[in-house]
């Protein structure tokens, strides 16, 4: 006899859950007895696990390098804004959490897609008259990794593809390649702040494109769309009939020269998926609680897409139920100059940053307008001992102890991403002893000749 745990109709968050016993029937078969079948041990892993590829483990895992025991390590690679204790989280968020723990309310199952008192808390935080939003248009999720894997098995099926931004975000393929669903690269340009190019986007789009994902802000590159340029993001998706998986997780970390526009408070048709979370703006990645909101003005979703969305969603049972049940008070109490500091010290941090590096021969940054990173180009030519990105970091790590991940990574080669969440001496330094690397190996025109004759 089997049994399974029901959650029957009852009132709040916290309905009851039944014990229901459900007999089994048909005929069982002995051990040993299976017609035809001769036991043997034969454990392989699964195809799904062999597919799965994450290009930033490919290529970090390989370099082998040790960095330079004189000099301390600084690590300008990992986009965790808690690793280097300078950006706490506010004193509310904590205490909101502190609070639930206390209370010994929210320590059973949730529903899996979260409380409907927490949706609610999303819904009414991103609501707007361009964009509305109520708790069914709410998924709650275990970190906003977990919301784009999910908008990314209800939209595509294997053999499908999916538009990708190029440099982008690593998990994007990693996700899509475990499923089955090719992956086609469209460009960002640095000559124009990273802006998409439309025209090599929809020169990609054939009749097996599921969705495009979008980034803004973006990681890698810190650049932030501007309206005009998600209304024509929106209009390629329309005339394409393309929904679109907006990874919003860094929205509103923007400076002030410029705004964060949500591309759903833009679109007058396109559904769009919209991914968010905790993490970046709150400051707290480890909590592993996201969201995805459900933009369907038109209906072109319809059930089809909600009910599927909570099929998938019934893989795992939700989220940490301690921060959601901290979640209503983190969105309505977190006052607003913790944002505006926060904001405030990565924009001086992506001002030094950018100076400095500017300044450097063979170097050329592009300037970031929000999130946590820039980009920075390796004039190649100029340092013509080294093959690629990936040996040019290296050699920085080997000789400055500085970790900067190569683009590589994020399939946009001679580059390489900056982290900028770190204290400012640590920039200063860092930046410093870039700029000592370049000048060792930087070769003008006639000596990058000179070595490439030799070679």
């Not at 048909?26 to 454990?43: E, F, L």
């Not at 999303?122 to 999720?141: G, R, S």
């Amino acid at each position: 006899m089997d049994s399974y745990l029901i959650q029957v109709n009852g009132r709040g968050d916290h309905a009851p859950m039944r014990d229901v016993h459900l007999k089994s029937t048909g005929n069982t078969i002995s051990p040993g007895k299976a017609k035809g079948r001769k036991p043997r041990w034969a454990v392989r892993a699964s195809e799904m696990s062999k597919k799965t590829f994450n290009p930033v483990r490919a290529i970090v895992d390989t370099m082998k390098v040790e960095p330079n025991p004189k000099k301390s390590m600084i690590s300008l690679s990992l986009g965790d804004p808690t690793v280097f204790g300078n950006l706490p989280t506010n004193d509310e968020v904590t205490r909101a959490v502190k609070e639930v723990l206390d209370s010994g309310r929210w320590n059973g199952y949730a529903p899996s897609v979260g409380y409907q008192s927490c949706r609610e808390a999303v819904a009414a935080y991103y609501n707007c008259p361009e964009a509305p939003l109520k708790a069914q248009d709410v998924i709650l999720t275990s970190g906003c990794s977990q919301a784009i894997e999910l908008a990314l098995a209800v939209l595509a099926n294997p053999g499908q593809n999916i538009l990708v931004p190029r440099p982008g975000f690593s998990l994007y393929k990693t996700l899509a390649l475990s499923m089955g669903i090719e992956v086609k690269l469209y460009n960002l340009l640095p000559e124009k702040a990273w802006e998409i190019d439309l025209e090599h986007l929809e020169s990609l789009v054939d009749e097996k494109t599921a969705c495009l994902i979008m980034n803004n802000p973006s990681n890698p590159c810190g650049s932030v769309f501007s309206k005009s340029h998600l209304q024509e993001i929106l209009a390629v998706a329309s005339r394409q009939c393309v929904p679109i998986l907006a990874d919003e997780i860094y929205g509103d970390m923007v400076f002030a020269d410029c705004k964060f526009e949500p591309i759903a408070t833009l679109s007058t048709n396109v559904p769009i998926l919209s991914c968010g979370g905790l993490a970046k703006r709150w400051l707290v990645p480890g909590w592993r609680m996201g969201w995805i909101l459900i933009h369907d003005r038109r209906d072109i979703f319809g059930n089809e897409i909600r009910d599927g969305l909570v099929r998938l969603s019934q893989r795992i049972l939700g989220p940490c139920t301690l921060v959601q049940g901290a979640l209503e008070r983190i969105l309505r109490r977190t006052p607003p100059e913790f944002y505006h500091n926060t904001l405030s010290i990565l924009k001086s941090n992506a001002d030094l940053c950018y100076a400095a590096l500017s300044a450097i021969p063979g170097l050329q940054p592009v300037r970031p307008s929000g999130a946590m990173y820039l980009m920075v180009e390796i004039e190649m030519e100029h340092f013509p001992e080294f093959e690629n990105d990936v040996e040019f970091t290296e050699r920085l790590i080997s000789e400055q102890s500085v970790f900067c991940l190569p683009a590589s990574c994020f399939e946009y080669p001679n580059f390489f991403r900056v982290v900028i969440t770190m204290p400012e001496e640590m920039i200063l330094e860092a930046c410093s002893r870039i700029q000592e690397f370049c000048e060792m190996h930087y070769q003008g025109a006639e000596g990058a000749q000179d070595l490439e004759c030799d070679k």
